[in-house]
């Protein structure tokens, strides 16, 4: 399917819209009618046909005008896309994961040409033809990982493995939901999710954490994780929270649908050949409420999940104070019927909203 | 003076110990103002004739009590700015088995740590302890600058004029905590200020 890229932004005047494709795959996180931190992680072997599942790297309408609103932020602040010393090969790694994914998942789109080390990438949708000299980085306008992370949607943070632990060495991050890389670069596993609630308690760390230094070259894995956020801003950067916090409080019960937004991140996990780290893309889709209750079975589960949300990671999450708003709009959309198993919107199985 | 006892806290930061002298042949001793008695509680004459001391007073007059210990080498300096390079260059010759031991503030440890770090000591080879003021080294998230000895909760960024609180999240790159703006969602209401641990 041809993609139509939407020219959008998320900012100032946020002209960002999903289409009625978008919202049919939007990746709703829920499965069951509640929430709770757990080690959800599964292969990343494809998925529904035209689900955000189906592809290594998912492009999508939104794609231009992300990668728009990337060179914004770096422009303003480089910080935001740091490499230590040791981790250019990792950045090498990631570039031809990427390049050769995408190439084959969208041979309308990208193509890359090899002839030895001489490599020719051919990004259509940003108009770009580019040769280099693979493992030259004076041949490419940015070191490698930032060169390909220009050009791919979602947050990446490059992971080197060491003494049993992952160390957050490298990463382009500009979507992010409240965690700033210029703080955490270099930290382990455990010191960079110190801020989480609950998780460390339930063991859910450690466990995840020996599931990732497992993974397999060629057998990568993925997990969803969520927040709200109000407006669809995509840098909601601690470096800019000063700025953008105020938005929080522009809620009202005439604009919630328009302006309150599920932020999901598809988080995927792959193994790197050479430098044998893993590189870890975050990848933020946005979908405003109002555009999340035309799914019926998403407008009675999502309901129930932020209702029953232990307080911890609502105040975690940043939503405490616009809860009680969220759930007088939702519960509009809940008529107690009970939902399928699973995260799909089912919209031809499940009952429309009987209210 | 006794120990403050630090709460328990999130794994992004530091947990110190109990200064212990070690065997080996050389040992570099990095201390700050009240870090002076961490010294002293393990100071013996042996031990003494082997260790390279460095020491910032901010003020304080244990620095003829660390000389009468007769150290090998004993060096004053008159910040932790002004000592960086020495300590560089001491670390830089350092010989297998140096033993480092950092007391004192918890900026001073931090930033000592992260040269020791640097220069290939291993952790195993570093000791801590913590003594005298609790305040913290904060970066502002916002703008990047670090405000040292930060004693309230909240607290101005001597850069930017921010208001920050001040958080637990530690990194140790950076030798320091993080402050984030306390009113972005309500502009102008900013607490009392209290101390960090009240
Ligand atoms: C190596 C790859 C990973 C990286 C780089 C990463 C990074 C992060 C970061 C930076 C945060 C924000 C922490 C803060 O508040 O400052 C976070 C949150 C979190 N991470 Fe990870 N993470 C990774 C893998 C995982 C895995 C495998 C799990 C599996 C359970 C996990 C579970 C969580 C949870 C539950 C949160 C809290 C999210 C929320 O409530 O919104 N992470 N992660």
Redesign the interface.
């Known amino acids: 399917m041809t993609i139509q890229f939407n020219d959008e932004t998320f900012r100032d005047d946020y002209s960002f819209h999903n289409s009625e494709r978008a919202i049919k795959r939007f990746p709703f996180p829920f499965d069951k009618d509640s929430y709770m931190y757990a080690v959800n992680m599964e292969q990343h072997r494809g998925g529904p046909a035209d689900s955000v599942y189906e592809k290594r790297f998912d492009v999508d309408e939104h794609y231009v005008s992300e990668m728009r609103d990337r060179a914004q932020v770096l422009a303003d602040d480089p ?1 935001r896309c740091q490499s230590l010393p040791h981790m250019t090969l990792a950045g090498w790694d990631v570039l031809e994961l990427i390049m050769t994914c995408k190439a084959e998942d969208y041979p309308d789109l990208f193509e890359l040409h090899r002839d030895g080390d001489r490599w020719r990438w051919i990004n259509k949708p940003l108009g770009i033809d580019d040769t280099f000299t693979f493992l030259d980085e004076t041949t490419l306008p940015y070191g490698p990982m930032e060169y390909i992370t220009r050009q791919t949607q979602g947050d990446f943070a490059v992971l080197d493995q060491r003494d049993d632990n992952l160390w957050m060495d490298a990463g382009m991050v500009t979507t992010q939901a409240d965690w ?1 890389l ?6 382990n596993f ?6 989480v609630p609950l998780a ?1 308690e339930k063991g859910i760390f450690v466990r995840a954490l020996k599931f990732l230094l497992n993974i397999q070259q060629g057998a990568p894995a993925r997990r969803l994780n969520w927040t709200m956020t109000v407006n669809p801003l995509l840098d909601t950067s ?9 938005q ?2 522009t809620l009202t019960p005439q604009n919630i649908g328009a302006k309150q937004h599920l932020r999901v991140e598809l988080q995927t996990f792959f193994r790197l050949p050479r430098s044998n780290g893993l590189v870890f893309p975050i990848r933020c889709y946005l979908c405003a409420f109002q555009d999340l209750m035309t799914v019926p079975k998403w407008g009675r589960r999502l309901h129930r999940v932020i209702r029953d949300l232990p307080e911890e990671l609502a105040t975690y999450k940043g939503f405490i ?1 616009n809860r009680p708003m969220m759930l007088d709009y939702l519960s509009q959309f809940d008529d107690g019927l009970p939902t399928s198993n699973g995260i799909w919107p089912d919209l031809e199985t499940e009952p429309p909203l009987q209210k | 003076m006794s120990k403050f006892e630090f709460p328990a806290s ?4 530091p947990v110190y110990g109990t200064l212990e002298a070690r065997p080996g042949k050389h040992h570099l001793m990095i201390a700050d103002a009240e870090g002076a008695e961490a010294i002293m509680d393990i100071a013996t004459p042996d031990l003494m004739a082997k260790t390279h001391i460095i020491f910032i007073s901010r003020g304080t007059d244990y620095g003829d009590k660390l000389r009468a210990l007769n150290p090998a080498i004993f060096y004053e300096g008159p910040s932790y700015a002004a000592s960086v390079p020495r300590i560089q260059r001491v670390l830089q010759d350092a010989h297998m088995g140096l033993q480092v031991y950092l007391t004192g503030t918890e900026g001073l440890m931090g930033q000592a740590m992260r040269e020791a770090v640097d220069a290939g000591i291993p952790h195993t080879a570093i000791q801590t302890e913590h003594r005298g003021s609790v305040a913290r080294r904060m ?1 502002c ?2 703008c ?1 600058g670090i405000t040292e000895d930060v004693e309230t909760d909240p607290f101005v960024c001597a850069h930017c004029g ?1 208001n920050l609180f001040v ?3 530690y ?4 030798a320091a905590y ?1 402050g ?2 306390i009113d ?4 102008g209401n900013v607490p009392e200020p209290k101390g960090i641990y009240e």
């Open positions: 910080l700033s210029d703080f955490d670069i270099g930290m455990f010191e960079w999710h110190a801020p460390h601690p470096e800019n929270y000063h700025k953008w916090g105020i929080k409080t104070d | 999130i794994k992004s930061r970066q998230v916002h990047k921010l958080r637990d999240h990194s140790r790159r950076l993080q984030v703006c972005a969602e309500d502009p």
